[in-house]
C-alpha cells in the first residue's frame, strides 16, 4: 500500500487549502477512505471518511461545514478542500484506508500550518 499526500504548506486564517492523496497498491474504489491528522504531541485524530461510492460522508464536529472530504476512483485519489481555516487545524494531516472507527494510513502526511 502507497498513500501519497499533498497540498499542505503555511496558509492564513481564514483561508483555504486542497488535500490530495494518491494511493495505489489496494483496490482503492471498493474501500472507504479517511483523512486524520496529528498535531503537535497529540494523539492522532480522525477527521472526515468517505464511502466507496463517494455519496456519503462523514466529519468530526470541529470541522463541518468548512471540510469537504472527495474522491476519484478513475484516478485512486482523495481529497480534502479545507476553507476558513483556523489555528487549531495546524497538523500534519494523513489520507487513510478504511473508516472512522477502522482507520489506517501509510504515507509521510502533509504538514498544514494556520498562522499569520
Known amino acids: 500500500v502507497q498513500m501519497v499526500e499533498s497540498g499542505g504548506g503555511l496558509v492564513q486564517p481564514g483561508g483555504s487549502a486542497r488535500l490530495s492523496c494518491a494511493t495505489s497498491?489496494?483496490?482503492?474504489?471498493?474501500?472507504?477512505m479517511s483523512w486524520v491528522r496529528q498535531a503537535a504531541g497529540e494523539v492522532p485524530e480522525w477527521v472526515s471518511s468517505?464511502?466507496?461510492?463517494?455519496?456519503?460522508?462523514t466529519y468530526t464536529d470541529s470541522v463541518k461545514g468548512r471540510f469537504t472530504i472527495s474522491r476519484d476512483n478513475s484516478k485512486n485519489t482523495l481529497y480534502l478542500q479545507m476553507n476558513n481555516l483556523k489555528p487549531e487545524d495546524t497538523a500534519v494531516y494523513y489520507c487513510a484506508k478504511g473508516g472512522q472507527y477502522d482507520w489506517r494510513y501509510w504515507g509521510q502526511g502533509t504538514r498544514v500550518t494556520v498562522s499569520s
Open positions: 497498491g489496494f483496490t482503492f474504489r471498493t474501500n472507504s
Open positions: 468517505i464511502l466507496p461510492n463517494g455519496f456519503s460522508t
